[in-house]
């Protein structure tokens, strides 16, 4: 590893820690608002109806895979935090 990329590799790993530790209060201050419904109702119109889609750094779920599953579409969801995906368990005990 070069020097360049070492504060790079220590920032991810506090990074990781961040969202290991603060996953709930993360969770409860996100807000649930949907400002991302205009390119969300974009990108799920180009999908056929009840398909798959996987969500990349899904944190606990809501409101993002709340909104997809809404429209019947099956979500998988994988984040790095391994808290985050245990609020999504949680949320979704039936999820992916």
Same mark, same amino acid.
């Given at each position: 590893?070069?020097?360049?990329?070492? *504060? /790079?590799?220590?920032?991810? &790993?506090?990074?990781?820690?961040?969202?290991?530790?603060?996953? @709930?209060? $993360?969770?409860?201050?996100?807000?649930?608002?949907?400002?991302?419904?205009?390119?969300?109702?974009?990108?799920?119109?180009?999908? *056929? /109806?009840?398909?798959?889609? &996987?969500?990349?750094?899904?944190?606990?779920?809501?409101?993002? @895979?709340? $909104?997809?599953?809404?429209?019947?579409?099956?979500v998988t969801r994988v984040d790095f935090s391994s808290?985050?995906?245990?609020?999504?368990?949680?949320?979704?005990?039936?999820?992916?």
């Amino acid at each position: 590893m070069n020097s360049r990329s070492e *504060p /790079l590799a220590a920032l991810a &790993l506090k990074t990781h820690e961040i969202y290991e530790r603060n996953a @709930a209060l $993360f969770d409860a201050e996100r807000p649930k608002g949907l400002h991302e419904r205009v390119w969300l109702d974009r990108f799920t119109a180009l999908l *056929p /109806l009840n398909g798959s889609i &996987l969500d990349l750094g899904c944190g606990a779920g809501d409101p993002i @895979a709340t $909104f997809f599953m809404d429209k019947g579409f099956a979500v998988t969801r994988v984040d790095f935090s391994s808290a985050m995906l245990e609020l999504a368990k949680a949320r979704f005990p039936d999820g992916e």
